[in-house]
């Protein structure tokens, strides 16, 4: 079992940066694929971002590609997810995932989430 813990979320303007962080503990997270999902109000949640166990690889979902970059730090079994030229459309509770391959994320672990918001 991973536990996740989110933090960095808040209230930011259009056009401004947030950083997130997710600690992971309970497990070796050397062979985990790292990630962030958001969800906000009345839509499903969506991918974001994902690193693989190696930090060699990186996915992101269109819509933040050039504006987000996802990060870890393997010694410190952290996560970040630096947020840059925030849009309205950006606001919602970003979660962080921890699953064995990217295909499985949806079905891995999950942090309780941190709200952003982006006003405009």
């Known amino acids: 079992q991973v536990q996740l813990v989110e933090s960095g979320g808040g209230l930011v303007q259009a056009g401004g940066s947030l950083r997130l962080s997710c600690a992971a503990s309970?497990?070796?997270?050397?062979?985990?694929?790292l990630g962030w999902f958001r969800q906000a109000p009345g839509k499903e949640r969506e991918f974001v971002a994902a690193?693989?166990?190696?930090?060699?690889?990186?996915y992101y979902a269109d819509s933040v590609k050039g504006r987000f970059t996802i990060s870890r730090d393997s010694a410190e079994n952290t996560v970040y997810l630096q947020m840059n030229s925030l849009k309205p459309e950006d606001t919602a509770v970003y979660y962080c995932?921890?699953?064995?391959?990217?295909?499985?994320?949806?079905?891995?672990?999950w942090g309780q989430g941190t709200q952003v918001t982006v006003s405009s």
């Open positions: 309970g497990r070796t997270l050397s062979s985990y694929t």
């Open positions: 690193i693989s166990w190696s930090g060699v690889t990186t």
């Open positions: 995932n921890a699953a064995l391959t990217i295909a499985t994320m949806t079905r891995g672990s």
